[in-house]
T-cell receptor
Framework: DADVTQTPRNRITKTGKRIMLECSQTKGHDRMYWYRQDPGLGLRLIYYSFDVKDINKGEISDGYSVSRQAQAKFSLSLESAIPNQTALYFC???????????FGEGSRLTVL | DAKTTQPPSMDCAEGRAANLPCNHSTISGNEYVYWYRQIHSQGPQYIIHGLKNNETNEMASLIITEDRKSSTLILPHATLRDTAVYYCIVRARNYGGATNKLIFGTGTLLAVQP
């Protein structure tokens, strides 16, 4: 089983709909991240959380919100999806003291 | 965090060494060099990181120049499965609760040819 699990893996939705992408991890890491990937643009950081009570905006947080329900769970929400939020979304974790990121397999979101 | 510059693409013959360059001329003293790779839309995978000494692990070697303004990731015997986008990232490794985010650029697409 994957250490970092994202659901759903694929989702097609319509403009204006609310969407939630979920991430859960079994690595016991305190730090969790949401990235977005668009073709030719690499990965861009949306939000990150250092522990359950800590939420921080990344490079491109507008139009997104997050919830850290527990150490192992970090959800990304699009309150009213728009077509330019069509992208591949990745969740990642890392240890509190720094170090490498461990990524999930990604959630491909299409907003029509 | 310092910015990095990588060639957009490279080719390598299967079985040969792949040498991927990265320029980070504005790197500061407390910043590490990290390498990740992403195989066809899968989640990025950590490869290696270093500060100023050369590093080697089971996946690759990292050579950092003495002035630390550039580095090279070496895959000693490239296979078809090493075809991926390779990202070079520079960031401070903060232990005091400061930002621990990694900023990815566009990377180098390494195509290993049979």
């Amino acid at each position: 089983d994957a250490d970092v699990t994202q659901t759903p893996r694929n989702r097609i939705t319509k403009t204006g709909k609310r969407i939630m992408l979920e991430c859960s991890q079994t690595k016991g890491h305190d730090r969790m991240y949401w990235y977005r990937q668009d073709p030719g643009l690499g990965l861009r950081l949306i939000y990150y959380s250092f522990d359950v009570k800590d939420i921080n905006k990344g490079e491109i947080s507008d139009g997104y919100s997050v919830s850290r329900q527990a150490q192992a769970k970090f959800s990304l929400s699009l309150e009213s999806a728009i077509p330019n939020q069509t992208a591949l979304y990745f969740c990642a974790t890392s240890e509190a003291a720094g170090g490498e990121l461990f990524f999930g397999e990604g959630s491909r979101l299409t907003v029509l | 965090d310092a910015k990095t510059t990588q060639p957009p693409s490279m080719d390598c013959a299967e079985g040969r060494a792949a040498n991927l360059p990265c320029n980070h001329s504005t790197i500061s003293g407390n910043e590490y060099v990290y390498w990740y790779r992403q195989i066809h839309s899968q989640g990025p995978q950590y490869i290696i990181h270093g500060l100023k000494n050369n590093e080697t692990n089971e996946m690759a070697s990292l050579i950092i120049t003495e002035d630390r303004k550039s580095s090279t990731l070496i895959l000693p015997h490239a296979t078809l499965r090493d075809t991926a986008v390779y990202y070079c990232i520079v960031r401070a490794r903060n232990y005091g609760g400061a930002t621990n985010k990694l900023i990815f650029g566009t990377g180098t697409l390494l195509a290993v040819q049979p």
